[in-house]
């Protein structure tokens, strides 16, 4: 009897190196990719600065031009001499402020002076006031009241001027001397 042995079939070897040849090509190709990536980065670090540095070349040109224009226009002005009566001008236009600074101050306490005599020559506004700050109502009646005391005021005035007290009116009088208000858009 003859005893067989089982037969055991081997992979082609050119079948058995592709797993490790597809394993080394992912590995070239993943290396080869991160050069590439980094030596984007790279280029695009050293072209941030070379802007930079063209920049400060531009700018430091641009001052440099702006400075040569400058003394090109200081040199081309025409000099300036003092006077010597520079000095006596000078002082002669100190009185001169001086001077207009007193009128100014002069008229101004002039002009003070004749508002708080107005103030004073006038009780009816000053009670006025005084009723005003005693109040302790809200804004829109202090308002209100403010309006009415200003018209009531008013409305004597014109009575006194006129004699004729126009507040008592009833609103027929006022259509017949045509004084109603007209409420036709």
Do not use: C
Not at 147 to 168: K, P, Y
């Amino acid at each position: 009897m003859t005893s067989s042995s089982p037969v055991v079939k081997k992979a082609h070897p050119r079948l058995r190196n592709t797993s490790q040849d597809a394993d080394q090509q992912k590995r070239l190709s993943d290396e080869r990719r991160r050069r590439i990536f980094l030596g984007k980065v790279h280029q695009k670090g050293e072209d941030k600065k070379w802007d930079v540095r063209a920049e400060q070349i531009l700018r430091e040109e641009y001052i440099s031009s702006q400075r040569q224009w400058l003394e090109s226009q200081d040199r081309s002005a025409p000099p300036t001499l003092e006077q010597p009566g520079d000095e006596i001008m000078d002082v002669i236009d100190a009185k001169h402020a001086e001077e207009m600074i007193d009128q100014v101050i002069s008229q101004e306490t002039q002009e003070v002076e004749a508002l708080v005599a107005m103030l004073e020559d006038s009780p009816k506004e000053g009670t006025l006031r005084a009723d005003y700050s005693i109040r302790h109502e809200s804004d829109d009646e202090n308002f209100d009241s403010i309006f009415a005391e200003i018209l009531a005021t008013a409305s004597e005035d014109n009575a006194a001027q006129s004699g004729v007290w126009h507040m008592n009116a009833s609103p027929k009088e006022d259509e017949e001397h045509g004084e109603a208000m007209d409420t036709t858009g």
